[in-house]
């Protein structure tokens, strides 16, 4: 995914290049998808979506994307990668930046 065809609000790396974590259902080399953080992104939904719904702009609205996320195999591990990696920024496992700082507060 190249950054420079989206907004600048969406990460560069927002997501590995599935080409090094496999397709999924035909992965092959197990251990390098087992010892990456991110493998989970190889199911994301958001993947096979427009990613400036996950960024929208401050005040920009999340429904679309927390619509998808709704759907999403691997929002368990999304919102937990999030969450364990501080992102500061857009919709990761179906909540917001706002509702993720509430979440950490509530569970320390
Ligand atoms: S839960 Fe949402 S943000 Fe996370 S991978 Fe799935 S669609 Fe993307």
């Known amino acids: 995914m190249a950054g420079s065809q989206y907004r ?5 790396n ?3 290049d599935p080409v090094h974590l496999g397709v999924p ?3 092959r080399d197990v251990d390098v998808v087992e010892d990456n953080p991110l493998s989970w992104q190889s199911d994301a939904l958001c993947a096979q979506t427009d ?3 996950f960024f929208p ?3 920009g609205s ?6 998808i996320c709704t759907s999403c195999d691997v ?4 919102l937990e990668y999030a969450l364990q990696n501080d992102e500061r920024f857009g919709i990761w496992g179906g ?6 700082r509430k979440l950490k507060r509530r569970a320390s």
């Open 25 to 27: 259902g035909v992965r």
């Open 75 to 78: 929002r368990d591990a999304c």
């Open 62 to 67: 999340t429904r679309d994307a927390k619509r």
């Open 8 to 12: 600048s609000g969406v990460p560069d």
């Open 95 to 100: 909540l917001s930046e706002r509702e993720r």
């Open 14 to 16: 927002w997501f590995v």
């Open 57 to 59: 702009e401050k005040g």
């Open 51 to 53: 990613p400036e719904a």
